[in-house]
């Protein structure tokens, strides 16, 4: 299962989170794209992987009595490939990921981060080149006010067509400048290889536009959704 996906991550980090939305929306799962609040730090960090899901609570204060796990949890769970997903479960003060995690994450080969909540040090982590999708940035750090109680779990993220949307670990995760969609991993192979074939029959109409045909036209002749079936109702 672990070479699967990750030959289906590196199939989907040479697609579009638009293609995958639009495969999605036909299969039956139409809510798998997350709250558009949760953008990249830079317009041009990409990324696709396998999620490692995280998740915490508001503390007020280091003695709280809330039982928290060491924040070094997440940087054990990086690895190669690897999309890091930590649910703040509506904090909106401080960060979750800063410029020294993002580099231990960055050197274990972590593909990607998505935080329902903040990341600080912004400078540093554009240089780093890795995506981080968040929803604010604050110099404001987590210790006192933010602690991590879940760890490789199941999280839910605030959606973009609905209130939140279920991650679970091992779903595949594309974000780009349009934002990020999760994909679970039951579908993850039909959907993948149905955005393959989505993103050839664009190509293609692309190719027709150029040559002066009208979009109408193109449409008609190269139908993108013909080869998808439904798999289930989304709840």
Same mark, same amino acid.
């Given at each position: 299962?672990?070479?699967?996906?990750?030959?289906?991550?590196?199939?989907?980090?040479?697609?579009?989170?638009?293609?995958?939305?639009?495969?999605?929306?036909?299969?039956?799962?139409?809510?798998?794209?997350?709250?558009?609040?949760?953008?990249?730090?830079?317009?041009?960090?990409?990324?696709?992987?396998?999620?490692?899901?995280?998740?915490?609570?508001?503390?007020?204060?280091?003695?709280?009595?809330?039982?928290?796990?060491?924040?070094?949890?997440?940087?054990?769970?990086?690895?190669?490939?690897?999309?890091?997903?930590?649910?703040?479960?509506?904090?909106?003060?401080?960060?979750?990921?800063?410029?020294?995690?993002?580099?231990?994450?960055?050197?274990? =080969?972590? %593909?990607?981060? &998505? @935080?329902?909540?903040?990341?600080?040090?912004?400078?540093? /982590?554009?240089?780093? #080149?890795?995506? !981080?999708?968040?929803?604010?940035?604050?110099?404001?750090?987590?210790?006192?006010?933010?602690?991590?109680?879940?760890?490789?779990?199941?999280?839910?993220?605030?959606?973009?067509?609905?209130?939140?949307?279920?991650?679970?670990?091992?779903?595949?995760?594309? =974000?780009? %400048?349009?934002? &990020? @969609?999760?994909?679970?991993?039951?579908?993850?192979?039909? /959907?993948?290889?149905? #955005?393959?074939? !989505?993103?050839?029959?664009?190509?293609?109409?692309?190719?027709?536009?150029?040559?002066?045909?009208?979009?109408?036209?193109?449409?008609?002749?190269?139908?993108?959704?013909?080869?998808?079936?439904?798999?289930?109702?989304?709840?």
């Amino acid at each position: 299962m672990h070479a699967e996906l990750e030959l289906l991550s590196s199939r989907l980090r040479r697609l579009s989170s638009t293609v995958v939305s639009d495969v999605l929306d036909r299969a039956g799962f139409p809510h798998q794209s997350l709250t558009s609040a949760i953008r990249p730090l830079a317009p041009r960090m990409t990324f696709a992987g396998k999620a490692v899901c995280f998740s915490g609570v508001t503390v007020y204060g280091e003695e709280s009595g809330v039982k928290a796990l060491s924040p070094f949890e997440i940087d054990r769970a990086a690895a190669e490939g690897v999309v890091i997903v930590i649910a703040m479960n509506g904090h909106t003060m401080s960060a979750a990921i800063g410029g020294l995690m993002s580099l231990a994450l960055q050197r274990r =080969g972590c %593909a990607g981060v &998505v @935080v329902d909540g903040g990341a600080r040090d912004v400078g540093e /982590i554009t240089d780093l #080149a890795l995506p !981080v999708f968040c929803r604010y940035a604050t110099p404001l750090i987590s210790a006192g006010r933010w602690a991590l109680t879940g760890a490789r779990a199941p999280v839910r993220v605030a959606g973009q067509a609905s209130d939140t949307v279920p991650i679970a670990p091992d779903d595949l995760l594309i =974000g780009d %400048a349009d934002g &990020v @969609v999760v994909v679970p991993q039951s579908i993850a192979s039909d /959907i993948v290889a149905w #955005a393959e074939k !989505v993103a050839e029959i664009e190509e293609t109409i692309a190719a027709k536009l150029r040559d002066g045909e009208t979009r109408e036209a193109a449409f008609a002749a190269h139908p993108r959704f013909a080869h998808i079936r439904r798999l289930r109702e989304q709840a």
